[in-house]
C-alpha cells in the first residue's frame, strides 16, 4: 500500500521518485521498448517493461504485477487521459491527480471554456466548426487572424495559425487535425480568434476535492516556440497588483467550481491593456512546476502524494519569495530549424551552487533517441530578484557541459542577452521576431571540454522535510 508507479519517463518520473522516496514510498519504474538507457530507469526501486507509454492496459498491468498502489501519471503521455484515470480507479487504484470526471471536462477545451464562460470569466471568441459546415464561412464570421486547435492535448500540438482569408484554411485545419488525432487520439477542432501581442500566465492551484482551493501565485509563460514554452519564471513581472489579484481570484472560482482535487494549472491570455481570458486548465502537474516551488517552498509532489495518503489535510497560504525563472535545455538543433536531434552524451556536467536547481532524466554515455520528447533537463535559478535570478541564471548556462549531440544551450543564453528579455517585456509571439546567432566555442575551449573527464552527476542531497525545501536542494 506505500508503492507508486510512475507512468512516464526521464526527468518527470526522476523528479517524482525523489519526493516519493523522502516520503517513505517504494518507487516502480516503466520502460518501453528503446528507452532502457533513460536514467529515470536506473532511479527507481523496480523496474517493469510495458510495450508503450500510452498503453494503458499495459501499465495497469505493471502495476498489479509490481503490487503497486499509487499511480502517477507525470506530465505528457496520458497524464490529462481521463479513460486512464477511470482505468485506474476501476482496478481499485489510486490515481494520483484529479478526479476521473474532472479531467475529462477540463481536457475538452470547448467544454471547459463553455464551463467557465458561465462563472463569467471571459474568453476569447471561438466557433465549435460541425462536420459538414462551411469551415470557410465560420472563419470569415469570426474574424482573421485566428487558430485552427484540437479540442483535446497540450505541448502546442494540433494547433495552426491563419493569418488571412487567402491561406489554406482547409489543409491547415486537415494538418492540425491530423496531428491531434496521432497525439491524442481525438480529430476534433475549433477555430479561436488570435490575440496578439498577449502574455501568456498561469496560476498554480490546488483543491482538497470538497470545495476548498488555495493558489500558490501565477507564472509568466510568454516565451514560447510554436505554442511549446521554453523559458518560464515566478512570480510575473511587470503586472499590475489589480490584474494579478483578479487572476488568482478567477483561478479559485473555476477550481472551487468544479470542487477540484489534486494539483492544477489556469492558464490565461493577457492583452496590452492587461486585460485576461481564460485559455485552458491543465489538470496535473506541469512541466513548469519548479518555480512555483521555488517561490513558495512547497513541494508539489509532496503535497500530491499527502493528499492520496489521507482525505484530510491542512494547506496553507504561503507568500511568495524571491524570484525563480526555470528553463528547457532540449535535444534540437537551433541553427536548423529547431530538428529534433539524436547520439550519445559523451560529457556532461550541470551546474551547482545557491539558488541553482536541475531536474534531469540523462546521463553520460546514454544514447538519445529522437522518438521520445527531447527535452533533456530543466534549469532552475531562484534568487531575492529578477535581476539577480537572471545572473544567476546566464552563471548556470555557462556552467552547464553537454557533449555529444547538438542542444538548445547557445540559445538560451542568447535570449537570456536579449534587451527585451531583461526587462520582462516578452509575449507568446516574442520568438517568432527573435533573431539567433549562433555563439560557437573557442577552439582552446572545446579541447578543454573534450578532455574534461566523464562522470555521473552527484546525486541530490537528501532533505528531511518531505513537503518544503530549501534553496540547497539539488535534483539532477
Known amino acids: 500500500m506505500r508503492k507508486v508507479l510512475v507512468a512516464n519517463r526521464s526527468e518527470v518520473a526522476c523528479r517524482i521518485f525523489q519526493t516519493c522516496r523522502e516520503m517513505g514510498f517504494q518507487t516502480v519504474a516503466v520502460v518501453a521498448p528503446g528507452d532502457e538507457q533513460s536514467r529515470h530507469v536506473t532511479y527507481a526501486d523496480e523496474i517493469q517493461r510495458v510495450s508503450s507509454y500510452l498503453e494503458i492496459d499495459a501499465l495497469l498491468k505493471a502495476a498489479k504485477r509490481s503490487g503497486a498502489f499509487y499511480i502517477h501519471p507525470g506530465y505528457g503521455f496520458l497524464s490529462e487521459s481521463f479513460l486512464f484515470a477511470e482505468a485506474v480507479e476501476k482496478a481499485c487504484l489510486c490515481f494520483i491527480g484529479p478526479r476521473s470526471e474532472t479531467i475529462r471536462k477540463m481536457a475538452d477545451k470547448v467544454e471547459a ?16 466548426v460541425r462536420p459538414g459546415e462551411d469551415l470557410s464561412q465560420a472563419a470569415q464570421g469570426l474574424g482573421y487572424p485566428l487558430l485552427v486547435k484540437a479540442c483535446v492535448g497540450g505541448g502546442g500540438r494540433g494547433i495552426r495559425r491563419v493569418e488571412t482569408s487567402n491561406e489554406d484554411l482547409l489543409g491547415l485545419a486537415a494538418s492540425a487535425s491530423t496531428e491531434a488525432s496521432w497525439a491524442f487520439g481525438e480529430s476534433s477542432f475549433f477555430l479561436e480568434r488570435l490575440l496578439r501581442p498577449a502574455r501568456h500566465l498561469e496560476v498554480q492551484i490546488f483543491g482538497d476535492g470538497r470545495g476548498g482551493v488555495w493558489h500558490f501565485g501565477e507564472r509568466e509563460c510568454s516565451l514560447q516556440r510554436r505554442h511549446q514554452k521554453i523559458w518560464e519564471e515566478a512570480p510575473a513581472s ?7 489579484a483578479l487572476l488568482l481570484d478567477a483561478s479559485l472560482k473555476i477550481g472551487q467550481a468544479m470542487a477540484y482535487r489534486g494539483v492544477g494549472t489556469l492558464e490565461f491570455l493577457v492583452d496590452a491593456s492587461e486585460q485576461y481570458y481564460f485559455l485552458e486548465m491543465n489538470t496535473r502537474l506541469q512541466v513548469e512546476h519548479a518555480v512555483t516551488e521555488q517561490v513558495s517552498g512547497v513541494d508539489l509532489v509532496g503535497l500530491q502524494m ?9 494547506v496553507e497560504s504561503v507568500q511568495p519569495r524571491g524570484h525563480a525563472i526555470e528553463v528547457r535545455l532540449c535535444a534540437e538543433d537551433a541553427s536548423s530549424g529547431f530538428i529534433p536531434t539524436s547520439g550519445s552524451i559523451e560529457v556532461l556536467s550541470f551546474p551547482t551552487g545557491a539558488g541553482i536547481r536541475v531536474e534531469s532524466g540523462v546521463e553520460c554515455g546514454q ?14 535559478v531562484h534568487a531575492p530578484s529578477r535581476s539577480h ?8 548556462l555557462e556552467e552547464t557541459v553537454l557533449l555529444g549531440i547538438k542542444t538548445n544551450q547557445n540559445y538560451l543564453r542568447v535570449l537570456l542577452e536579449d534587451p527585451q528579455v531583461q526587462l520582462g517585456r516578452v509575449h507568446t509571439s516574442f520568438l517568432d521576431e527573435f ?16 578532455s574534461f573527464p566523464t562522470q555521473k552527476p552527484e546525486v541530490f542531497s537528501k532533505n528531511p522535510s518531505p513537503w518544503f525545501h530549501s534553496e540547497s536542494r539539488r535534483f539532477v
Do not use: H, N
Not at 389 to 396: D, E, I, P, V
Open 113 to 128: 471554456k463553455l464551463f467557465v464562460q458561465k462563472l463569467g470569466i471571459p474568453v476569447l471568441p471561438f466557433v465549435v
Open 238 to 244: 511587470s503586472l499590475r497588483e489589480e490584474t494579478r
Open 306 to 314: 499527502a493528499q492520496a495518503l489521507s482525505s484530510l489535510l491542512l
Open 367 to 380: 544514447r538519445i533517441d529522437a522518438r521520445f520528447d527531447s527535452l533533456l533537463a530543466k534549469i532552475i
Open 389 to 396: 535570478a537572471l545572473a544567476r541564471l546566464r552563471f548556470a
Open 435 to 450: 533573431s539567433y546567432t549562433e555563439i560557437l566555442p573557442q577552439k582552446e575551449d572545446l579541447e578543454l571540454l573534450c
